[in-house]
């Protein structure tokens, strides 16, 4: 059997079905969730930047929720302080680690993909 054939029935030449795999759809919506929630976090940023920095705190509730700018240039708790390296390459290797296991994902067990009841 050729190749082309064995794709035009749904299976690779692995014999793995290719619908139960992620399409271009999935990732472009993976992609654009990603970018939505990164526009929103830097969005939130700026408003904090804009409204918190240098005032006094913004109190919701008196002396239970008030919201004060704080920066913090490193991960939990001010560990790894201005070690902007450190987290590229993480950024990169956790990106590329999450892609690759998205990939691998049968669309019928992915997070995004909801049956009716």
Not at 87 to 112: A, H, N, Q
Request: aromatic fraction near 12%; proline fraction near 2%; hydrophobic fraction near 50%.
């Amino acid at each position: 059997m050729l190749q082309s054939e064995s794709i035009s029935n749904g299976i690779s030449s692995k014999g793995e079905h290719m619908k139960n795999r992620p399409g271009l759809k999935q990732y472009i919506f993976a992609a654009l969730g990603v970018v939505i929630l990164v526009l929103l976090d830097q969005y939130t940023k700026l408003l904090a930047i804009a409204h918190l920095k240098d005032q006094s705190a913004f109190v919701l509730w008196n002396n239970v929720f008030e919201l004060h700018y704080l920066e913090n240039r490193g991960a939990a708790f001010g560990i790894f302080q201005n070690q902007r390296w450190f987290f590229v390459i993480m950024t990169v290797v956790i990106l590329v680690i999450v892609s690759w296991f998205y990939g691998r994902t049968p669309v019928e067990k992915d997070i995004c993909h909801s049956e009716s009841v």
